[in-house]
């Protein structure tokens, strides 16, 4: 069964860096999958970051496109996130998702990672 | 994008009740269409694909249905634990895949 569990700093300072990393275990990250982050905020509900395959091809939001970089590390079976001049509207809980690639339905998620962003 | 518009945004029901929630596109999405539940501090759960599959350990009171513009969700007979917030997703073609803004099922 396979699992992922999101890790990184809770609070990020505004202008800052939010860095997150989701680890895939019950399974490998080279499978036929793509990988995704979606955040949830009360103010803008669940929201689609974007998601990364295994060769390291993405799909970024065009809303967040210019301030998102996602990238993969086979050796650690991991994928992470970063989300560059963060504000308060980027506070949200952070979930990483499975994405069954044909239908694009994201069907298992991690617990979630709440992220704060605030001096 | 697309926009994704879910109604009711609330809705109060009884145990036993047989309970419909709308999500409607603002342009034609086929017939890829998504949905979810989600508990208080708990990630979403997927529950329906392409509008009328159920996901594996879903019980079968969850139904899905429609196409294009238009799509529901049926529990035939709520249950207690059947009490949470739903959401719908589109995965029509080009990114962004955008959601429902939800529907929150509450207890009579």
């Known amino acids: 069964q396979v699992h992922l569990q999101e890790s990184g700093p809770g609070l990020v300072k505004p202008s800052g860096t939010l860095s997150l990393t989701c680890a895939v275990s019950?399974?490998?990250?080279?499978?036929?999958?793509?990988w995704s982050w979606i955040r949830q905020s009360p103010g803008k509900g669940l929201e689609w970051i974007g998601g990364?395959?295994?060769?390291?091809?993405?799909n970024y939001n065009p809303s967040l496109k210019s301030r998102v970089t996602m990238s993969v590390d086979k050796s650690k079976n991991q994928f992470s996130l970063k989300l560059s001049s963060v504000t308060a509207a980027d506070t949200a809980v952070y979930y990483c998702a499975r994405d069954t690639t044909v239908t694009v339905t994201f069907d298992i998620w991690g617990q979630g990672t709440m992220v704060t962003v605030s001096s | 994008d697309i926009q994704m518009t879910q109604s009711p945004s609330s809705l109060s029901a009884s145990v036993g009740d047989r309970v419909t929630i709308t999500c409607r596109a603002s342009?034609?999405?086929?017939?890829?269409l998504n949905w979810y539940q989600q508990k208080p501090g708990k990630a979403p759960k997927l529950l329906i694909y392409?509008?009328?599959s159920l996901e594996s350990g879903v019980p079968s009171r969850f139904s899905g249905s429609g196409s294009g513009t238009d799509f529901t969700l049926t529990i035939s007979s709520l249950q207690p634990e059947d009490f949470a917030t739903y959401y719908c997703q589109q995965s029509y073609t080009t990114p962004p895949y955008t959601f429902g803004q939800g529907t929150k099922l509450e207890i009579k």
């Open positions: 392409g509008t009328f």
């Open positions: 019950g399974g490998s990250i080279s499978s036929s999958y793509w």
């Open positions: 342009q034609n999405i086929a017939n890829y």
């Open positions: 990364i395959y295994h060769s390291g091809n993405t």
